[in-house]
């Protein structure tokens, strides 16, 4: 055998210091400060970034919620929440740092009383800024219909501005539907700037859904192929191989296309197809997206059914293992009609896309957890050489973004030998073997916690566009609600889905990437 070097990989061709950056002190009040996201997701993360030196000598983090607690019990709260939650070994000594910024204020959301303690104690636990300015950010860790009560509150009590240079993050889901997405935003404007606003889609903050944007716009060799002409489709893929879980009280309220196609797949959607933006200031990336979802094509009843389907997980096997159908999943409704699975075909009408179809798949209980990304090239005009393979594979680019973050371009070589055929292959960059394992991947929060620190408001949804987004996905919703699912549950837990989906595809000559 040949004896051949390995090419020099990206780690070894320049060095990489992390960037790093000046955060003003801030005070952080967590609404709903010890429930599940709060132990789960933020807490930890808060306690990492603590541990990496990435937060200012100067925070307190304020949990808000309505049990009686003290401080020294809402700090024992955190550290089992991290110890359970978080990465890593729990360390003794940045627990101790971190655990001196922590306090708790008890209160109801609808009561005065309670914020004009929460005030009494912004201003006795924030920190000033060398400015003066006291930097605030209120994390609205509750569900939507506590918001309201909390937004009527905050200008009620002078919350938001004057004393308090404040921001506000606001979970997902952001209203039901367009229409009280927008009544959400107005209410919110009758508090805050649109400035101020951090609405997070925790999507945008996974290192290979930012990388999108870098790949397209940082390579010159992509983006002139980027269009009609040399692209045949777009698939995206979200797969979970999860159901819900002990989330049926949400779930069956919200359904598949509220839970994931309204945000996370309508980001990844307007990043592969936004026109490159004139810089990466927050508000041109964000105007760019927006245009996308306004040329969406527009879905009347006669397209959602041809060209959506919907789907209900039934019992099946996961990784060899019994799960139970969705119908039988803890507090579901006996005879559910929420669906678990979509599959469309999208359009976008403009110059670059006209007719360039965009199959968007999500479900829970597929057969893998996948997210990825897959651009499919024209065919060649002629058909010079005979293929080894059955299959005549097109050029595909592949952007992974989960379990596998990697980008993968399909092309085709000879295969070696006397005769003339055509072989398959990948050229592949993968983010843990390429950089040989020396990076770090910040969890999706910590990234999204320090932008909103940084007031970077590139990765948050603004106004319009989350608007925007419901506005696309408003009438298969509404249309899947009125009519009946007669024949849920549809597809076996631990496949692809529903067989309807492989046909919406296969109707076109094409096939699902992932099958
Ligand atoms: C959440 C949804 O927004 O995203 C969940 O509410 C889903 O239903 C989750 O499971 C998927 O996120 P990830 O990061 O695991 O792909």
């Known amino acids: 055998m040949s004896d051949i070097p390995d090419a020099p990989s990206a780690s070894q061709s320049c060095e990489i210091i992390p960037e790093r950056f000046d955060i003003e ?11 599940d996201l709060s132990r789960r997701k933020l807490l930890p993360t808060l306690f990492h970034l603590c541990e990496d030196r990435n937060l200012p000598d100067n925070f307190s983090i304020i949990g808000f919620a309505s049990k009686e607690r003290s401080d020294e019990d809402y700090r024992s709260l955190v550290r089992d929440s991290i110890k359970e939650f978080g990465e890593g070994e729990f360390s003794d000594r940045c627990w101790e740092n971190f655990s ?93 700037n649109e400035s101020q606003v951090y609405r997070i889609d925790h999507y945008l903050g996974k290192e290979t859904v930012q990388n999108i944007l870098f790949f397209r716009f940082a390579n010159s060799i992509f983006e002139p192929l980027w269009n009609r002409r040399y692209i045949d489709h777009v698939q995206i893929t979200v797969a979970e191989s999860l159901g819900i879980g002990s989330r049926a009280g949400f779930y069956e309220k919200a359904g598949v296309v509220r839970d994931i196609v309204q945000n996370h797949m309508m980001q990844i959607l307007a990043l592969v197809a936004m026109e490159p933006p004139i810089s990466l200031e927050a508000d041109h990336i964000r105007d760019e997206k927006v245009k996308v979802y306004r040329t969406i094509r527009n879905m009347d009843e006669s397209y959602i059914d041809r060209f959506t389907v919907r789907g209900q997980y039934g019992t099946g096997k996961i990784n060899n293992k019994d799960v139970s159908s969705y119908r039988n999943e803890k507090e579901t409704y006996p005879g559910s009609d929420t669906p678990t699975y979509f599959a469309g075909k999208l359009y976008i009408d403009n110059w670059r896309w006209a007719d360039v179809p965009f199959y968007l798949r999500t479900g829970k209980r597929l057969k893998e957890r996948i997210t990825e990304i897959s651009i499919h090239f024209r065919q060649p005009p002629l058909r010079l050489f005979s293929s080894a393979c059955e299959i005549r594979e097109p050029n595909i680019l592949v952007l992974g973004v989960q379990p596998h973050e990697e980008i993968a371009l399909h092309i085709g070589v000879k295969h070696p030998g006397i005769g003339n055929q055509l072989y398959p292959v990948n050229m592949r960059f993968n983010y843990e073997k390429d950089l040989r394992g020396d990076i770090h991947f910040p969890l999706p929060y910590e990234r999204l916690l320090l932008d909103c620190m940084k007031g970077d408001q590139t990765l948050f949804a603004s106004q319009d566009g989350i608007e925007s987004m419901w506005a696309v996905v408003d009438p298969i919703i509404e249309q899947w609600e009125h009519t009946p699912a007669p024949e849920f549950p549809n597809y076996i837990a631990g496949s692809w889905g529903p067989e309807k989906a492989a046909q919406l595809i296969e109707k076109d000559g094409r096939q699902w990437r992932i099958a």
């Open 100 to 192: 001196s910024h922590l306090y708790y204020t008890s209160g109801g959301f609808d009561d005065n009383e309670s914020y004009r303690r929460l005030s009494k104690r912004l201003e006795e636990v924030s920190i000033p800024t060398k400015g003066g300015t006291r930097e605030i950010i209120y994390y609205l860790a509750v569900p939507p219909q506590f918001l309201p009560d909390i937004f009527e509150r905050f200008s009620l009590c002078n919350l938001c501005n004057n004393t308090f240079n404040s921001r506000i993050i606001i979970e997902k889901p952001f209203g039901q539907n367009r229409k009280s997405a927008a009544a959400l935003n107005q209410l919110i404007a009758r508090s805050f």
């Open 25 to 35: 002190p801030f005070t952080m009040v967590i609404f709903g400060g010890t429930g």
